[in-house]
């Protein structure tokens, strides 16, 4: 059984997707509405919350938990033009950091950047806590590959 964490390249390449793709969104000029200066500890937290949610190490959980990432993204009101242009930007790093061309693995990554940005979204617009996303947990991405073993 091949995790997504592992047929990507483990941290070091998901370190270098983050990074590339933090560096367009600072340089995006719809994204950097959003992301108006760099926070030291972005792609470190994007990596780990990556890594966690394609079968590799907790950290994300274990040091931050998943409380973090609502209250980062509460009241940032995302636009529908910020979140596709996220998206965008992320498939361009796939590209970019030389990620496995393999389409079922981008066929993943691509679900799990969609839904990502689409629960970061809800929970940037809850004005109440019932409007938040149900989610509570950091989720553990699949990909055929991995259920066939
Ligand atoms: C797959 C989707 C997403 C994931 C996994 C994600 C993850 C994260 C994480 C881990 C942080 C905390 C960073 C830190 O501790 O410094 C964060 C912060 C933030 N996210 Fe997201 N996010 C997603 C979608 C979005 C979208 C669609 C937007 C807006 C277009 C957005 C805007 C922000 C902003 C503005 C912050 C806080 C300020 C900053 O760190 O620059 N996020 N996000």
């Given at each position: 059984m091949t995790t997504l964490y592992e047929f990507a390249g483990g941290d070091e390449a998901l370190h270098r997707l983050e990074e590339l793709f933090y560096?367009?969104?600072l340089a995006d000029p719809v994204l950097r509405e959003v992301f108006p200066v760099r926070q030291p500890h972005h792609v470190d937290h994007l990596t780990w919350f990556t890594a966690e949610s394609f079968?590799?190490?907790d950290r994300f959980s274990t040091a931050l938990g998943f409380a973090y990432l609502i209250d980062v993204h509460r009241h940032l009101k995302i636009t529908d033009a910020q979140?596709?242009?996220f998206v965008a930007a992320y498939l361009?790093?796939?590209d970019e950091a030389g990620l496995p061309d393999?389409?079922?693995f981008r066929a993943a990554v691509r679900e799990h950047v969609?839904?990502?940005a689409h629960v970061a979204q809800q929970n940037s617009l809850a004005e109440t806590d019932a409007d938040l996303h149900?989610?509570?947990e950091v989720p553990a991405w699949t990909w055929?590959?991995?259920s066939e073993g």
């Open positions: 560096a367009k969104a079968g590799g190490p979140r596709e242009r361009e790093a796939i393999d389409a079922d969609e839904f990502g149900p989610i509570r055929r590959r991995q």
